[in-house]
Structure formats: C-alpha cells, structure tokens
C-alpha cells in the first residue's frame, strides 16, 4: 500500500486505541472503587479527559472531518449534503485549508435527531 492508502487505516487504528485507552482508564477505576467506600465512582466514559492530540476550546473539541464521520457514522458527502440541506451543523474555519466541527454542536445534532419510527416520509 501507498503512504495516502495507510493514512485512514492509520487515523482509524489511532482512534480505536484512544477509545480502548478511556476505557481500560473507567474499568481500572471501577475495580478500585469498593462499594461501601467514600470513593466516588469512574466518570462516565464521556467526561474522561479527551485525548493529547485533541484541540481545546473552553472545553469543547473541535472534531475533524473523520472524527464526525465516526461519530455520526455518515460518509463525508453525505455531511456536506445535509450541511447544504441546513440540517447538519456547519463547521468553523479556522484558515483556509482547515475546518473543525464542534464536539457540542454534533452532539446536540445527534440529541435532536428523531426517534425510530417517528421519521417522516
């Protein structure tokens, strides 16, 4: 395989271990944790830390385009079909070649998203 061919494998591999890594980080916290102590318990897998390589802004990630598609496990046109339809939340540049999603406004795209078998047709 070419180097462009290794890169998402690559990109995927790196976020599986991120995942496993806040995982294996909340069981390690529960095996300690007694029931009867005062210790409190593992924070939800969503409150861990996010990753060193993530950006930061007051506390919310700002999400490339294959952490979105993961996510919300869309293929990159259908994203930008329904940002151009309004019902997707659009990106931030932040230059010219770069736009990141925010963690919270995908989030909150997923909430509001219908429940089954209440989508229209």
């Given at each position: ?15 599986l271990a991120r995942r496993q890594a806040r995982i294996d980080i909340a069981l390690e916290a ?65 230059s010219e070649a770069c736009v990141r999603w ?20």
């Open positions: 395989m070419t180097q462009t061919a290794d890169d998402p494998l690559i990109a995927f591999v790196r976020a529960q095996r300690h944790s007694d029931p009867g102590s005062s210790q409190p318990e593992a924070p939800p897998l969503d409150e861990l830390p996010a990753s060193s390589c993530s950006f930061q802004v007051r506390g919310d990630r700002l999400l490339k385009l294959r952490e979105v598609m993961s996510i919300t496990s869309l293929g990159s046109s259908t994203i930008y079909r329904r940002m151009k339809a309004g019902k997707f939340p659009k990106p931030k540049r932040l925010r963690e919270s406004e995908i989030e909150k795209w997923m909430r509001e998203l219908p429940t089954t078998g209440s989508v229209n047709k």
